[in-house]
């Protein structure tokens, strides 16, 4: 099966943690009179889980879901990676996602990556400094459309900014 966990000890790509079921409402939620409406409701998600219940991991972890996802995708699919952490400089190049991140952007697969949280500029933070095509790093911006506080900032690397404080989604247990 496509799904699948990297987590070392866990087997099930199930989300325990809750951000990763929260950010697949934001993007597919079915249109059913219950909760909320995802951007491209109904779409298919497919979880590859690379991090743990308290929401950390290991770059072995992530590489191995990229790996997994570059050996089972099509062009046209999208990947949605919301984590990260401080690279600092020379990030573009240097991180350790550059090339799994780039052959999934040159086989087709559309990427959509995190800015990060860390109120600081998005190109000294893994993977959100790499910028191959097909890979957009997106900043948060209030319902008001204000800078998110929280949000890291820059361009490059960051392509968009969307709201991200705020946003009633999905939740792990079937909560909202």
């Given amino acids: 099966s496509f799904a699948k966990s990297f987590v070392k000890g866990s087997k099930s790509p199930d989300d ?3 951000h990763g079921t929260h950010c697949a409402g934001i993007a597919a939620a079915i249109d059913n009179s219950i909760g909320v409406v995802g951007v491209s409701a109904g779409a298919r998600v497919v979880p590859v889980r690379v991090l743990g219940c308290n929401g950390s991991g290991t770059t ?16 046209g699919d999208v ?3 919301s984590l990260g952490g ?12 550059v090339s799994a ?7 087709g697969t559309l990427i959509a990556i995190a800015a990060g949280n860390s109120s600081a500029n998005a190109s000294l933070y893994t993977p959100a400094c790499i910028n191959p095509a097909n890979l957009h ?12 506080s929280f949000s890291n900032f820059g361009i490059p690397p960051c392509d968009w900014i969307a709201t991200g404080s705020s946003v009633y989604s999905t939740y792990k247990g079937g909560a909202y």
């Fill in 101 to 107: 991140l780039t052959n999934l952007s040159n086989a």
């Fill in 137 to 148: 790093t997106i900043a948060s911006m209030t319902c008001a459309k204000g800078w998110s």
């Fill in 79 to 81: 990947i949605n990676i």
């Fill in 86 to 97: 401080y690279w600092g400089s020379n990030c573009a190049t240097n991180s350790s996602y």
């Fill in 16 to 18: 325990c943690h809750g």
């Fill in 60 to 75: 072995s972890a992530i590489l191995s879901g990229l790996n997994h996802i570059a050996a089972n995708d099509e062009p």
